[in-house]
């Protein structure tokens, strides 16, 4: 690669310092919004054909950077500039680090000189973040780039994955520096699970009628995708995932679930592996009534104080997600009379909910019940295919219908639940397809970013970076004209609604505006030739798909098509935050 530095005395400027530490760790593409603040790091960035991203938003650069890393599995890099930025990128930051992503915030800050006693702005930006991430600091001098670009970049990879900020006094990355040597990533630290806790987990789960394995985004970190697989069909345990878990068993309603769809069997299980997984609001926080009050639980996790945070643990094993399912696999192994669970206990706890779900959205009228863009989705959506999800009504009918086949192959505004990210995410996600697909020699992952309309206009103007990146996504949007989540939640509860209504407009012209495909549906006969159009086209697609205003009431009347279990007004909060489902 093409370096700027002087050979004699061997110095570079301190942007190449930075892009040369970087690309050690693989780095291909960034984000950035556009502007002075990172000028000779940018320029870096390009003698090393290092990729820019060029976002509208800051907060939308970081979820590129945050979508980036959740595909690729590696760091995620954005740009910004810490003055107007650094505040603007809160939801990104937020967003990322609740994911567990591994990606570095790089904010471009004004020289020491600019800064006044009395000055109404901080003197440290980064006092903004510092609460949220995992780490942050300012590089003192110039010398030091290099040695904290890679503190930096171990923050934010080892452990618990998580955002890493950065500041960079802006004149840095001008100043001459003493080259920066090629480096070479240690390899990631793996704590082995200790043999005690493995004993007393095979010793449960020897007893266990109905087993289940809960996998969350820790699990899909670890790589533990493989070693999973087999485990879940040695001992044939099912297998429910959420997250960027999901994928790592194929949800085929065999051994592989989602936790939204299959969460209504939870409640049967006797004993719980929980495998990276955060026992969150989403979960039910581990309680009754989404467990057994008397289910065991055993729960693997690389940070040990996440163990036992809500429910009693009564099998703690700290360590690596992988190596921990791969141990306990051998020790089941050895036993001479391995464990035989219940066959097909999730299928029946599902019988009832899938039967319901089975029966709506086949109408051949307008309006298009969000039921059918799901259904013709899955008709034509590869197992290799990325789905982004975003939005709340949609979020939950696409649930019921949406089966991920793939790692990594899925993402959304979980669990900050920041409306309209998954835009900047399902670009993120793209840039990593095209980068593994120039590695691998084959097609890029497709990626599928289903949407409600009111999340669609959050970042809606990222679909410049979009056009400018040269990056095909399939965007589809449940237009029911109106925050259907809200409207809904008025009606079933106090008979009325206000301040929901937006109106089914043409977001599909959004497409058509920067360079790419716009195409509007209103007939469920048209939403599958349309969907097909997307998926053969050479660019961004917007299909605006008009779906049924008031099909959302249904779902906050029925619980069996409820996957998203929440309440939406103080005065219908069920016990501990935790409603039942059916």
């Known amino acids: 690669m093409a370096r700027k530095f002087n050979r004699q005395t061997n110095q570079m400027t301190g942007g190449e310092v930075i892009a040369t530490a970087l690309q050690g760790y693989g780095v291909r593409t960034v984000a950035c919004l556009s502007g002075t603040a990172h000028t000779h790091l940018l320029f870096a960035f390009e003698n090393h054909d290092i990729r820019i991203v060029s976002g509208r938003h800051e907060t939308a650069t970081v979820a590129v950077a945050d979508g980036y890393s959740r595909v690729s599995g590696g760091l995620g890099i954005a740009l910004i500039k810490a003055d107007q930025g650094l505040p603007n990128a809160m939801s990104g930051i937020l967003t990322a680090q609740q994911a567990c992503s591994p990606v570095i915030v790089l904010v471009s800050m004004l020289p020491d000189p600019k800064r006044e006693a009395a000055d109404e702005w901080p003197n440290d930006w980064l006092d903004m973040v510092k609460p949220y991430v995992k780490w942050a600091r300012t590089v003192p001098s110039a010398a030091r780039l290099e040695e904290f670009v890679h ?62 394995v809960l996998a969350g985004t820790g699990a899909a970190l670890s790589g533990a995708g493989p070693s999973l697989r087999k485990f879940a069909k040695t001992f044939q345990y099912p297998v429910i995932a959420n997250a960027l878990g999901r994928g790592l068993v194929p949800e085929d309603l065999k051994l592989g679930f989602s936790w939204p769809l299959a969460q209504v069997a939870a409640k049967e299980a006797d004993v719980v592996i929980v495998v990276g997984m955060r026992l969150t609001e989403r979960i039910g926080y581990g309680l009754a009534p989404r467990f057994a009050a008397n289910a065991k639980f055993i729960q693997i996790d690389i940070e040990p104080e996440e163990i036992g945070r809500n429910r009693e643990i009564h099998v703690p094993i700290a360590g690596d997600a992988r190596l921990a399912i791969e141990v306990l696999h051998k020790a089941l192994k050895k036993r001479k009379t391995p464990p035989r669970p219940e066959p097909k206990w999730v299928n029946k706890a599902l019988k009832v909910r899938l039967s319901r779900m089975e029966e709506l959205g086949k109408e051949d009228h307008a309006p298009v019940h969000p039921y059918r863009i799901g259904r013709d989705l899955m008709s034509l959506m590869p197992d290799n295919a990325i789905y982004v999800g975003d939005g709340a009504d949609v979020q939950n009918w696409m649930h019921a219908i949406l089966r991920i086949k793939s790692e990594r192959g899925f993402m959304d505004h979980y669990p900050l639940g920041s409306m309209g990210i998954g835009t900047p995410l399902a670009i993120g996600a793209a840039a990593a397809a095209q980068d593994e697909a120039e590695v691998s020699g084959k097609e890029p992952r497709p990626v599928v970013l289903v949407t409600g309309d009111g999340a669609f206009g959050f970042y809606s103007s990222e679909f410049n970076a979009a ?78 798909v008009l779906t049924d205003p008031m099909a959302g009431l249904v779902r906050k009347q029925d619980p069996r098509v409820q996957t998203i279990a929440f309440e939406d007004l103080v005065s219908s909060l069920k016990t501990h935050y935790t409603p039942d489902v059916a």
Do not use: M
Request: proline share 6%; hydrophobic share 45%.
């Open 151 to 212: 503190a930096a970049a171990r923050n934010a990879l080892h452990g618990r994955p998580g955002v890493a900020v950065l500041g960079v006094p802006q004149q840095f990355e001008a100043e001459a520096v003493k080259a920066a040597k090629t480096y070479v990533a240690p390899l990631t630290l793996r704590p082995q699970p200790n043999a005690e806790s493995i004993d007393q987990a095979v010793a449960l789960l020897a007893k266990a009628k109905r087993p289940l």
């Open 467 to 544: 056009a400018l990146a040269g990056l095909k996504i399939i965007c589809i949007i449940s237009n029911d004209g109106a925050w259907g989540t809200e409207k809904h939640g008025q009606l079933n509860a106090v008979g009325k609604s206000i301040n929901c209504e937006l109106g089914q407009w043409d977001y599909h012209l959004v497409g058509e505006i920067f360079g790419g495909r716009g195409e509007k549906v209103e007939n469920p006969s048209d939403v599958l030739p349309a969907l097909k159009r997307a998926f053969a086209a050479d660019t961004f697609s917007v299909v605006n």
